[in-house]
Nanobody
Framework: QVQLVESGGGLVQAGGSLRLSCAAS????????MGWYRQAPGKQRELVAS???????NYADSVKGRATISRDNAKNTVYLQMNSLKPEDTAVYYC????????????????WGQGTQVTVSS
């Protein structure tokens, strides 16, 4: 029903910046919360940041002050700007969106992206 295409990952030096993008497409009626998660080898997947349809944001303590999440509702796209990157930010970053499939149902569904690798060198 909904597919997510992520981009913007890559190799950056410590202290550098990057911007991740996630574009949603499909048959969703509306998109609710959108967010970014990450998973490093040997660790559990964790929430990095999320943003509601109304623009309310939530950040992991580890990225507060360094990350900014935003969304473009006209393009069904969510972004994650990360500055002052650290080696511990190295992980696969996954986009996640919650959506309604139709105007007649209040049920919320989830969709996940394939993940994009972010590697921060020291």
């Amino acid at each position: 029903q909904v597919q997510l295409v992520e981009s913007g990952g890559g190799l950056v030096q410590a202290g550098g910046s990057l911007r991740l993008s996630c574009a949603a497409s499909g048959s969703a009626f509306s998109y609710n919360d959108m967010g970014w998660y990450r998973q490093a080898p040997g660790k559990q997947r964790e929430l990095v940041a999320s943003i509601s349809s109304g623009g309310y944001t939530n950040y992991a303590d580890s990225v507060k002050g360094r990350a900014t999440i935003s969304r473009d509702n006209a393009k069904n796209t969510v972004y994650l700007q990360m500055n002052s990157l650290k080696p511990e930010d190295t992980a696969v970053y996954y986009c996640n969106v919650k959506f309604r499939s139709s105007r007649w149902s209040g049920r919320e569904y989830d969709s996940w992206g394939q993940g994009t690798q972010v590697t921060v060198s020291s």
